[in-house]
């Protein structure tokens, strides 16, 4: 069984796949993720390949009514093969696929643009909470800001 962090850092894998899947960060992504799920077996990584271009056309595929139950079980999908990935592996080479992951999943995370998002120039009376995310990180603050 994985440590509690790298099965977040798998389901994110997951959640990376669906979210890429018919955008423009689809090939670098699927490219990179194939390659990593591979570790160095160019075999398994067309095997890979295939597994993911299934999953981006199934994605495309789902309709109005099925589209979250499609997505839903593509993240659960990738994220067992990311967990599966790491569980076979020993200690040290388990960190550095973790370390290799999570830069994967960060440079497939789309930009922010600007500073949409962020709340700024607010006024708030009472208690607040402002948060801000870029889906693999959350900073959470309470009380004025510094």
Not at 32 to 42: I, K, S, V
Not at 105 to 113: D, F, K, N, R, V
């Amino acid at each position: 069984m994985l440590p509690e962090a790298l099965t977040a850092l798998a389901a994110a894998g997951g959640a990376a796949v669906v979210q890429a899947a018919g955008s423009d960060a689809w090939e670098e992504l699927r490219g990179r993720l194939a390659r990593w799920l591979g570790r160095g077996d160019t075999t398994r990584e067309r095997g890979e390949l295939e597994r993911l271009d299934s999953s981006a056309a199934e994605l495309d595929a789902a309709d109005t009514d099925t589209a979250d139950r499609v997505r839903a079980r593509q993240e659960a999908v990738w994220q067992t093969r990311i967990e599966t990935v790491l569980e076979d592996l020993d200690g040290e080479q388990r960190v550095q696929a973790a370390a290799q992951l999570r830069q994967l999943l960060e440079a497939a995370a789309p930009a922010p643009a600007g500073e949409a998002g962020l709340v700024s120039g607010n006024t708030f009376s009472g208690p607040t909470a402002v948060q801000a995310g870029n889906h693999n990180r959350q900073d959470v603050r309470f009380g004025p800001q510094a």
